[in-house]
C-alpha cells in the first residue's frame, strides 16, 4: 500500500520559496508510478500543481510553471515541490499524491500540510 | 484548458434518499481510442484528503459501497448515492485527467435534510 506523507514550514513569507517533501512509503518511486502536487486554499477547491514521471518528467500547470520546480530524489524514496514569489494568494493546504499513469487519476494521497503566507 | 462545472453547489437529501450530482467538462474528455472517459469522481470530509471514488466515469474502486455509481460519457457525467447515509456527507469534486493541466470541479457539499 502505497503511503504518502507531507513535511515542510507551515509559514512561509511574502516573496520567499516554498520548500515542500513528500515522503513516500510502500512502493519505491523508481519503479513508477507518476508523482505529484495539488493544493487547495481554505475553504476552496483543488488545483492541480504539477506531477513527476518516475524518471524525471515533469509536467506542470501552465498557470504556475513559472514559479514551480518539481524534484525526485530516489535514494531517499522522495519527491520535492518549490514555489518561488510565494503570495497570499498561494496560502493552501498542499497534498501530495500519486497516480499510476499522467492521465489517470490520482489514487493515493498524503494527509496534507498548510502552508501560510504571511509577514 | 478544460472547465469542469459541478451543479447544484450544494445539497440537503434525507436519509435513504437518493442524491445525485451533476459534472460538466467544456470539452469531451471520451477518447475513441479506448473507448474511456477520463472523469473521476472524489470525496472529501473536513481534515481529510480526497478519497478517490470512481474513475473512468463509472468504475468503483476498491471497497467503495455499491450505493454510489458513475455514469455519462463526453462532456455530462453524473454521481449518483443511491440511498444516503449519515457518513456520505462530504464535499464532492469530479476531476478530468484527459489533458494536463487536469482539473477539477468546484466541489458539491452534500449535507443531510
Known amino acids: 500500500q502505497v503511503q504518502l506523507q507531507e513535511s515542510g514550514p507551515g509559514l512561509v513569507k511574502p516573496s520567499e520559496t516554498l520548500s515542500l517533501t513528500c515522503t513516500v512509503s510502500?512502493?519505491?518511486?523508481?519503479?513508477?508510478?507518476?508523482w505529484g502536487w495539488i493544493r487547495q486554499p481554505p475553504g476552496k477547491g483543488l488545483e492541480w500543481i504539477g506531477s513527476l514521471s518516475h524518471s524525471g518528467s515533469t509536467y506542470y500547470n501552465p498557470s504556475l510553471k513559472s514559479r514551480v520546480t518539481i524534484l525526485v530524489d530516489t535514494s531517499k524514496n522522495q519527491f520535492s515541490l518549490k514555489v518561488s514569489s510565494m503570495t497570499a494568494a498561494d496560502t493552501a493546504v498542499y497534498f501530495c499524491?500519486?497516480?499510476?499513469?499522467?492521465?489517470?487519476?490520482?489514487?493515493?494521497w498524503g494527509q496534507g500540510t498548510l502552508v501560510t503566507v504571511s509577514s | 484548458d478544460i472547465v469542469m462545472t459541478q451543479s447544484p453547489d450544494s445539497l440537503a437529501v434525507s436519509l435513504g434518499e437518493r442524491a445525485t450530482i451533476n459534472c460538466k467538462s467544456s470539452?469531451?474528455?471520451?477518447?475513441?481510442?479506448?473507448?474511456?472517459?477520463?472523469l473521476a469522481w472524489y470525496q472529501q470530509k473536513p481534515g481529510q484528503p480526497p478519497k478517490l471514488l470512481i474513475d473512468?466515469?463509472?468504475t468503483r474502486e476498491s471497497g467503495v459501497p455499491d450505493r454510489f455509481s458513475g455514469s455519462g460519457s463526453g462532456t455530462d457525467f453524473a454521481l449518483t448515492i443511491s440511498s444516503l447515509q449519515a457518513e456520505d456527507v462530504a464535499v464532492y469534486y469530479c476531476?478530468?485527467?484527459?489533458?494536463?493541466?487536469?482539473?477539477f470541479g468546484q466541489g458539491t457539499k452534500l449535507e443531510i435534510k
Open positions: 499524491a500519486s497516480a499510476t499513469d499522467l492521465y489517470s487519476s490520482p489514487s493515493h
Open positions: 470539452q469531451s474528455v471520451f477518447y475513441s481510442s479506448n473507448n474511456k472517459n477520463y
Open positions: 510502500g512502493y519505491s518511486i523508481s519503479s513508477g508510478y507518476y
Open positions: 473512468w466515469a463509472s
Open positions: 476531476q478530468q485527467y484527459y489533458t494536463t493541466p487536469c482539473s
